[in-house]
């Protein structure tokens, strides 16, 4: 053998460098913006959060240094804790209920009873999920079912990407045109000056479009590493040598813990809508969980314990990564150049025709995902501008407000901060770089229906 022949033979392969690396280069890339670019800040108005947008104003630069940087993975963790626990508490809580049996039981009498037809059963969980969503709660309630989920898929012969686009991808494809997700489109009408709720119709057609396609674009990806396995990206998920066909005799138990498992989620949805719960509620919400179905199966506390906390240890990963990813927009935050970015991206708007501008609207939104992973909070900043924007543009306010929910809806499913998605995906042990393989092309999709949707309606005068 030549060494030729040897040389090229010990030459490594290249591989994509796992997501942790991802998101080092992705805060290294924050820290170098804080030098290119001015830190500057708008004043907010007085008794509220939203801005005043004619206030914008250069302030002191505060580059992050050395020290920063490193500063800023541990000011990631505290700033993403609530998400960081949960996750470490549905890890904990879901393994108590799999620890029973009855995960094992009831999903093998799901596919006994379907013939293993995944295309009666995901398709309605990504409705479900859709409408979840839609509500403002869905994208926790995603994140939480991810472990049930990826025993499913197991069981199918799917993988990761399946899991990840059944429940997250669902959820916030309903979250992205919701007519009454209160954390986008109803803060973003009341910040806006525009009646809540108004806009119902093109929104719920939106809803249902964007329900469709990715109920479509899910079942056609199973399809396809159905027929043939090596066309999945992340790898077909392994049965962990148990029997996919195994039927396991169905308990009593193991039908209360699924009935307990399914009121938990009843409760926390109806307190999402209701009560405004969020995330430690949610938390809590894991905990009776865990500790219903201990008894219920008469476990005892220590089993109870060591389940809980084997469990736990799975999440490490996941909860590691949300708040590593949490690191880039505390860079962003503290070097107050979030609204520098803002203020400068929407300038040029103002510069352009009325059906390029409400794109330009909505692009905007799309890469503020990058600076900040709270829609809320987006929202804040960005309607105090768009609104009376949209007034000197000759567009109405509403459109302003569906640039700004389509942006930050549909731009979350490639965000590296976005802490929920990228949760989702740690969990399901599916890489950053595949993840983004796999979703960009509906990224695309559904970037083509709003840009066709924002024009048409900016067409019609739509109010």
């Known amino acids: ?222 399809k396809k590493i159905q027929k043939d396995p090596t066309k999945s ?30 009121a938990v989620f009843v409760v926390y949805a109806y307190g999402g809508i209701k009560l405004e719960w969020g995330i430690p509620m949610l938390g809590s919400c894991m905990v009776v969980l865990a500790l219903a179905c201990g008894i219920v199966s008469r476990m005892s506390p220590n089993q109870v314990a060591t389940s809980f906390v084997n469990g736990a240890k799975t999440m490490v990963y996941s909860g590691l990564l949300i708040g590593f990813a949490g690191a880039i927009s505390a860079v962003l935050s503290d070097a107050s150049i979030i609204h520098t970015i803002v203020y400068y991206a929407t300038r040029p708007l103002l510069y352009l025709p009325k059906a390029l501008s409400v794109v330009g609207m909505y692009i905007v939104n799309f890469f503020m995902n990058f600076l900040t992973s709270s829609g809320s909070a987006q929202g804040y900043i960005v309607m105090p501008i768009m609104a009376p924007m949209a007034d000197v543009l000759g567009v109405s306010r509403q459109i302003a407000v569906s640039a700004f929910q389509f942006g930050d809806g549909i731009g979350n499913v490639i965000s590296p901060i976005a802490g929920l998605m990228m949760g989702t995906i740690g969990i399901a042990k599916v890489p950053f770089d595949k993840w983004l393989k796999f979703v960009v092309p509906f990224v695309l999709l559904l970037s083509a229906f709003t840009v066709v949707f924002l024009v048409i309606m900016t067409g019609i005068g739509w109010q």
Request: hydrophobic share 50%; proline share 4%.
């Open 1 to 222: 053998m030549s060494k030729q022949t040897e040389t090229v033979k010990t030459k490594k392969k290249f591989s994509m460098p796992d997501t942790y690396v991802i998101v080092f280069c992705f805060l290294i890339f924050a820290c170098l913006l804080t030098y290119i670019l001015p830190a500057g800040q708008f004043n907010t108005i007085e008794g509220s959060r939203a801005i005043d947008p004619d206030s914008f104003h250069l302030v002191d630069k505060n580059p992050a240094g050395f020290k920063a940087f490193l500063g800023a993975f541990f000011t990631g963790m505290i700033n993403g804790r609530e998400t960081i626990f949960l996750v470490f508490m549905i890890g904990g809580a879901f393994q108590v209920l799999m620890d029973t049996g009855s995960v094992d039981a009831i999903l093998a009498l799901t596919i006994k009873k379907t013939k293993g037809n995944y295309k009666l059963i995901l398709p309605a969980i990504m409705v479900v999920m859709s409408i979840l969503g839609a509500m403002g709660v869905g994208n926790n309630v995603a994140l939480a079912f991810v472990p049930i989920v990826i025993i499913f898929a197991r069981k199918l012969r799917l993988d990761g990407l399946v899991v990840v686009g059944v429940l997250y991808l669902a959820s916030n494809s309903g979250f992205s045109i919701s007519p009454i997700n209160p954390f986008t489109v109803l803060l973003g009408q009341n910040l806006a000056g525009v009646t809540q709720m108004s806009g119902l119709g093109p929104r719920l057609f939106m809803w249902f479009l964007f329900t469709a396609a990715n109920v479509w674009y899910v079942m056609y990806y199973c």
């Open 233 to 262: 990206l992340t790898g077909i998920l392994s049965e962990d040598g148990t029997e996919s066909d195994k039927m396991i005799d169905v308990k009593p138990a193991h039908l209360i813990n699924f009935g307990i498992l399914a």
